[in-house]
């Protein structure tokens, strides 16, 4: 992507939603191969249509005829979270001349499996309790003496050198992404109120509700229901964002899975019976989709490329990465591609559980193969890990932070080595330096596309895999409103992610206000100038049976390159063209 090369003459000359389309449209010989297979199935040629980016076919069939022609049988199924009833099958099959040209087809293989992971409620229950020492309710109590005790505007501002006031341009627009979640106004006011008193009480995000997505009115901690993590994740991502950003706007991009997304599965292998849900994979196209028409096979022609993609997006969700087919993970992985090259930064958290991810995912007969998160993996999103102040130095400052840290509620800054996706050209020299660096205590072993090499020969990770995380920012103890409750919680790397979400987007607004363009894809930038970040070296990120990775000096799979110094950013991304 030489338009986020800092060596190449065309940095910055992010494309046009036109040439991306044209540049990824399918083949004239695949969609002809295509619609001949349709129409020889007796699907007349009246019934089909190709998207206006010309990335998907869509055709009106009977379940009889989709049946005849995928060689299946569809059942109504029922999603064990949403209690919907969706229509998939148990396996389909595509002629071998096409398999190289359907990337998925909908709907497709059910019986969902954990794709959508957020904290659990037990965990969520841990962090409500208030560490001893942190100050009590009230304004005159936030001062920087108790920041490492609980962390709150001021003290980012603070450790990061971020300047009190951004740079408006007009166009450089926050985002946040949020599924079957909002922020909780009465919340948002509380804070308003105690935390951040600068923001007037009853500001309000712009609010693009998808799929019929619905604002949050209100949820207790102690609800108990399955969605009490989503319902709190809204209400930590505004409140962490928000200081950073005001007087500014944020725009929330919330999706709520309809009964056909229950059903997409993206599958390319037509033999393939690996059963798979992806509905946060699925709920991302939609916002995709409602940024530039890219993926409307299902949506109301109402959202189809209706908004503007913000010039930042922050994403607070993970997945298990082996949950999910390669395949499918490289099609969506293509699609965060579009968006950078459109000038778009997409930062995910790399998950709360070291070397497992998600708790439950460490890999193995004795769960002791590392796993990453899946959409971290890719390599053209910014991976956030997660750090906290481990020490009450005054002022704070990013020498008193090490890797993020809480063994009461198993949580430790997500990171490690990818599977599907090799080790991309702008990480390559750091990851080498890296392992001649810090040989690495653990056997590794080459993934080939099969579940059976996992862990082949004991080793613990891949050895050329991508790395994650990329860059890392506070994400423990932080002070919030939740419920109604002033709390200190542990937060994690969906802390972490808005925050360094919110110091692109500043950079971006000096740029775009001194007449040039939004930094788009960060990353070939960040670690050719691995110096414009301040290097974390102390933690490590344990799980599966293991104390996991090491900070070290320079790049790590714990803290990445480290935390945000706004002022060797800002002289960094202000000096290219």
Known sequence: MDVSSPFSSNYGKHWSSDEVSKTFAPSETALNATTTWLQDAGIGRKRIIQTENQGFITFDATIEELENLLKTEYHLYRHWAYDKPIVACDHYYVPTHLKRHIDFISPGIGSPVRSLKKRSSNELQK?????PGLPPPGPNNFT?????Q???PQCINTVYGIPQEPTYAPGNEYGIFEVNSSYVQSDMDKFFQEVAVDIPVGTTANNVLLYGAELTTNFTLAAGSIFIATDIEADLDFQLAWPLVYPQNITLFATLPTE??????LQTNSTDTQEEYLGLDLSLDDVFSSFDGSNCYNSSASICGVYQAPTVLSVSYSSNEMEVSEAVSKRFCNEVLKLGLQGTTVLVSSGDH???????GCLGPDNSTFQVSGLAACPWVTSVGATKLASSNLPPTP???SAAFDSGVNFSSGGGFSNYFTAPDYQIDTLSRYFYENPSPYPTYEYNGSISSLGLN????PSRGRGIPDVSALGQNYTVVLGGN?????AGTSASTPVFAAVIWRLNGERMAAGKGPVGFVNPVLYAHPQALNDVVRGNNPDCNSNGFEAVSGWDPVTGLGTPSYERMQALFMSLP
């Open 150 to 152: 609980g962390i709150f």
């Open 144 to 148: 920087l003496q108790n920041c490492w």
């Open 354 to 360: 070291g070397v497992g991810q998600n708790g439950d």
């Open 458 to 461: 004991g080793g613990r990770f």
């Open 399 to 401: 020498f008193d932070e």
């Open 127 to 131: 962090r409500q309790q208030l560490p």
């Open 486 to 490: 002033l709390l200190n919680i542990g």
């Open 260 to 265: 056909a997304q229950l059903a997409d599965i």
